[in-house]
């Protein structure tokens, strides 16, 4: 339903779509034990969004289509510390052996699926990952994780930028509160990414890819 907040938008000639490519990956974006658990950094929606997120990567593994997911890594003497550890002291807990900064045990990842370690939103800031996907001649990005409002935001825009398509699936993403995530969505369907349900996506992802299964 239109409101004065949409109209605007759409006077203004927002929230077109980009449409889907033929070279899909999907990037599960901080689903870590430590934004699972409201005692650290999790609550709102988020554990809905990891269940969600099961079915998804279940989807792209049976089509050997590419995955990578992200998680902070901090230096355990402290020493890479940032302007975002200033403003989040807390998260220099997520260092590479501490098992709260590991991907949570329904998502795990296997072998051949790619670990961006990040010490900033963006999964592309300071890493490879822009480099992996355009070696793989990926076109369109799928973002789930956590949190709406922050990192995946943040990887959506970056990935934008580097010219991929970004998808985002709205109940495979989640925020530890609703108001952000929503606002989140919102921003990110007006100008950056198209955004699905998980099972519309599935349904629209589909078709295109029994064409090039078919091709090939």
């Not at 593994?61 to 989040?88: I, Q």
Request: net charge neutral.
């Amino acid at each position: 339903m239109a409101t004065a907040e949409t109209a605007i938008f759409k006077q203004q000639g927002f929230g077109k779509s980009l449409g889907i490519g033929e070279a899909p990956a999907l990037v599960i974006v901080d689903f870590v034990v430590a934004f699972d658990d409201p005692k650290l950094f999790g609550g709102g929606n988020i554990h809905a969004a990891v269940e969600k997120t099961v079915g998804l990567l279940a989807f792209f593994r049976e089509h050997r289509l590419p995955v990578a997911y992200t998680r902070y890594v901090f230096a355990e003497d402290g020493s890479d510390g940032n302007l975002l550890t200033a403003k989040v002291p807390n998260l220099k807990i997520l260092t590479e052996d501490n098992p709260v900064g590991f991907v949570v045990r329904e998502l795990t990842p296997r072998p051949g699926e790619l670990m961006v370690r990040k010490r900033n939103a963006s999964a592309f800031f300071q890493t490879d990952f822009s480099s992996w996907l355009a070696r793989l001649r990926v076109d369109t990005l799928v973002v789930t994780g956590a949190v709406t409002s922050g990192c995946v935001r943040a990887t959506v825009v970056d990935a934008l930028g580097y010219g991929y398509r970004p998808i985002v699936p709205t109940d495979c993403v989640g925020d530890r509160a609703i108001a952000p995530h929503d606002a989140g969505l919102f921003d990110m369907q007006q100008k950056y990414a198209d955004l699905y349900t998980r099972d519309e996506l599935i349904a629209a992802l589909k078709p295109r890819l029994g064409k090039k299964v078919a091709a090939e």
